[in-house]
């Protein structure tokens, strides 16, 4: 409908309500004068009647100017709520508008004093957050993307250009594209897993898995790099199955990215540790570290995608670790906690529930 068609909600209540209101007072006159008179006429006979016709037509008229008025009174008064109504829409309307031309990221500020109108604002508040988050979310990826894009393709370039001035032979320039392009994919192939995990799209069916094995195996792995970088690892985990619905690629990319993280930002002689517990409410999985911590202002943004904390740019990766384990937990159900001090080590807390559907289940 164009702008022309609108019509206010002023306009729409007393276009409805004033003949409405006139229609009901003749109505509601005419059916009273009709049974007064004949309720006259049964009383005092067809004799009598012709006798009081007078005084019961002034008395028809004084009720026809009593409902004249009553008229008046309700069309002021239709007018008076359609005005009362409509003044808080517009005043909502025009906040909203202002916000827009502002393209603020501030909260509406429009208490309208309707409770429904109230919750409108909320709701338009909460979409509003909503939306400014998701539109942070993609600058920072945007911006991250190009940065972190930029060393790969800037490699395949050079060798490119080299390989044309014959400063290098094929087989090297081959070699360096290659490596180069396998980052640029492996950054591909991480964000198109990420989405993936939180639309809780899977490519393959759950199945129940011994998540203590996979924990235990993908912790082995990083025991070396552990004895490398001069740190301790301690793991514990439950000496029995641990049975868990999930799929085994994605569990142990969770406690790989999980212990990676852990032993990256660990000084040497520090130590990590990954603790595995389970009962018959789930499953807790913990890995702390005695590394350089995550300021407190910062644990909010640790699970974007590409984010990485100031102190941390030095440290080669991606910025995607993080953004993985947290869409994995996503898919299953789990919830994930950080607790961190800076200087003192950080900690992660994840929870599996009961209903994610493999807990009390035999492992095959």
């Given at each position: 409908m164009s702008s022309s068609e609108s019509r206010t909600i002023r306009r729409?209540?007393?276009?409805?309500?004033?003949?409405?209101?006139?229609?009901?007072?003749?109505?509601?006159?005419?059916?009273?004068?009709?049974?007064?008179?004949?309720?006259?006429?049964?009383?005092?006979?067809?004799?009598?009647?012709?006798?009081v016709v007078s005084d019961y037509v002034w008395i028809v008229l004084w009720v026809l100017l009593a409902e004249a008025a009553c008229v008046g009174i309700g069309v002021a008064a239709f007018c008076m709520v359609s005005r009362r109504l409509s003044r808080p829409l517009e005043r909502l309307a025009s906040a909203v508008d202002a916000l827009e031309r502002r393209h603020g990221r501030e909260e509406l500020d429009a208490d309208t004093g309707i409770a429904e109108l109230d919750g409108l604002a909320e709701s338009f508040n909460r979409q509003q957050a909503v939306r400014m988050r998701q539109s942070d979310e993609?600058?920072?990826?945007?911006?991250?993307?190009m940065h972190d894009l930029r060393a790969p393709v800037t490699n395949i370039y050079n060798e490119a250009d080299r390989l044309s001035h014959s400063l290098v032979s094929g087989d090297e320039a081959a070699a360096?594209?290659?490596?180069?392009?396998?980052?640029?994919?492996a950054m591909v192939d991480a964000n198109a897993e990420i989405s993936r995990n939180y639309g809780g799209v899977a490519d393959s069916a759950a199945e129940v898995l011994d998540f203590s094995r996979i924990v235990r195996e993908s912790a082995e792995m990083y025991s070396v790099v552990a004895e490398e970088r001069g740190l301790r690892l301690d793991i514990s985990v439950p000496g029995g199955p641990v049975p868990f619905s999930g799929h085994d690629a994605k569990l142990r990319r969770l406690v790989a990215n999980l212990l990676d993280n852990a032993l990256k930002f660990t000084e040497e002689g520090g130590s990590v540790s990954l603790r595995l517990a389970a009962d018959e409410k789930g499953a807790l999985l913990s890995v702390s570290d005695t590394g350089c911590g995550i300021p407190q202002d910062q644990i909010?943004?640790?699970?974007?995608?590409?984010?990485?904390?100031?102190?941390?740019?030095?440290?080669?990766g991606t910025g995607l670790g993080l953004s993985m384990v947290h869409s994995i937990v996503e898919l299953y159900g789990g919830r994930i906690e950080c607790h961190s001090t800076e200087g003192e080590g950080t900690t992660f807390d994840i929870t599996f529930p009961l209903h994610n559907g493999a807990f009390g289940h035999p492992v095959e």
């Open positions: 729409i209540v007393n276009e409805a309500g004033i003949p409405l209101l006139a229609a009901a007072m003749m109505v509601s006159g005419g059916v009273a004068t009709c049974l007064g008179a004949k309720l006259l006429l049964g009383r005092l006979g067809p004799e009598a009647f012709p006798l993609i600058r920072n990826i945007a911006r991250n993307v360096s594209v290659m490596a180069a392009s396998r980052a640029i994919l909010n943004c640790i699970y974007e995608r590409f984010y990485r904390c100031p102190g941390s740019r030095s440290v080669p």
